[in-house]
C-alpha cells in the first residue's frame, strides 16, 4: 500500500508522544529556518525512526545545508526525500538556490523553478534576497574610493575577497581572484597605485594565490612582472585556486610568456625547485611592480 | 606601474591558451576555462553582483510550513 504523506507537519507530530524525538523536529525547523543554532534538537531530531517523519527530517537538513552553503550536504539530503512526500514539492525550490548563476547556470535556475509549484516559486522569492550583500559592499567600496578614501576601500574590498573565497557553490576562489585584478585595475585608474592593496590581497587570498592574482592582473600589460609574480605563487605552495592542476597550467603560461620576453628559461623556479625566502620574495615582486 | 617590456597581449594569451594549450590536451579544459575567465577581469561591480549565487535570508518556519500546504494542495 503507497504510504499518504502529511503536509502539515505540526499535525503529523501531534501524533506522537510528548517524549517523542518527534518534537524536537520542530524545534530543529524553527532554528534553521530562522538562523539559530540548536545543536540539541538537531541530534535528537536524527534520533527519530519514523518513515513518515523521514522526508522531513531530512528537509531540516536540506535546509541547513542550503544556509551554510554546503551544496553536497544539501544534495544528499535531497535524494532522502521521496518526491511524492510533501516536503519533495519543494526540491525545485532546492535545486533552483543550488544552480550556478554563470551564463548556463542561469538557465538552469529557470528551468528549475519553472518545474516547481506556483507556491514553491514564491516561496523562493521570499527568499532570495533582491541584491547579493557581497555586491553591495562592491558598490559601497568603490564610491569610498571614488570619494578618495582608499584606506576604507582596500579594507572592505579585502572583506569582500576573503567572503568570495568561501562561497561553495560557486567557483569562489575564481571569482575572488578576479574582483582582486578588477580591484588593482580600480586602484591603478583611480591614482591609488596599489603598494597598499597588495599585502592586504596577500593577507586574505593566501601567498599563492595573491601573487597569483597580481601575475594575472599584469599579464598583457607588464609580462615580465608577471611572471616574478607568478614565479613566487608557484613557489608559495598551493592554494584555493593554485591548486594541483593550476599550478600545472600556470608553469606552462610562464614559460610562454618567457619565450615572448626572450628572458631565459624558467631554470627550476617556480618548478618545485626550494622557494626563496618569503619576504625578500615578495619584496623583490614590489619593487619591480610599483 | 612599469610600463610593458613586451607586445604580447591578453588576447594573444587566451588564444594561446584556446589554440594551443587546450587543442593539444582536452583534458585540461577545465582548468584552462578557469585560466581564461581569470583573464578576463571583471568590468564592473555589476558583473561581479551577476556572477553571485543567490543570497538567503531567514523568513522563520511558517513561510516554508505555507508553501509546503499550498503545493500539496494543488
Known sequence: MAMEFSADLYALIGQFPPSSPAWSLADAFDAVTNGIENPEAMKRMQGLDSAEMEPWKNLVSAIEALYQDDPERCAAALEHIADASAPGSLKPLFRACLSRQDSSGKDRLFTELSSGSDAAVDLYRRLIMPKHPLAML?????DALLRGRINQFETMAGRIMRSLRELR?????????????YCLKLLDTHGGGGEEFFPIVLDEMGRADGFCTL??????????????????SLDSGEGLFMDKDMRGLIRDLVNYLEKGLSLPPDSGR???????DPEKQKKAVQLELF | MKA????????????WLINDVLHNDAGKEERVMRLYKALRPLESAEELEGELPPALRYIGPGVWLKAIKDASTV
Do not use: C, H, W
Not at chain 1, 270 to 276: C, I, K, N, Y
Open chain 1, 138 to 142: 562592491a558598490f559601497q567600496a568603490e
Open chain 1, 169 to 181: 557553490r560557486i567557483d569562489g576562489s575564481l571569482l575572488a581572484l578576479r574582483y582582486g585584478i
Open chain 1, 215 to 232: 601575475g594575472l592582473a599584469l599579464t598583457g600589460k607588464n609580462n615580465e612582472a608577471a611572471v616574478s609574480a607568478l614565479r613566487a
Open chain 1, 270 to 276: 617556480g618548478s618545485g625547485a626550494e622557494p626563496e
Open chain 2, 4 to 15: 610593458a617590456a613586451d607586445t604580447m597581449d591578453t588576447d594573444e594569451i587566451r588564444t
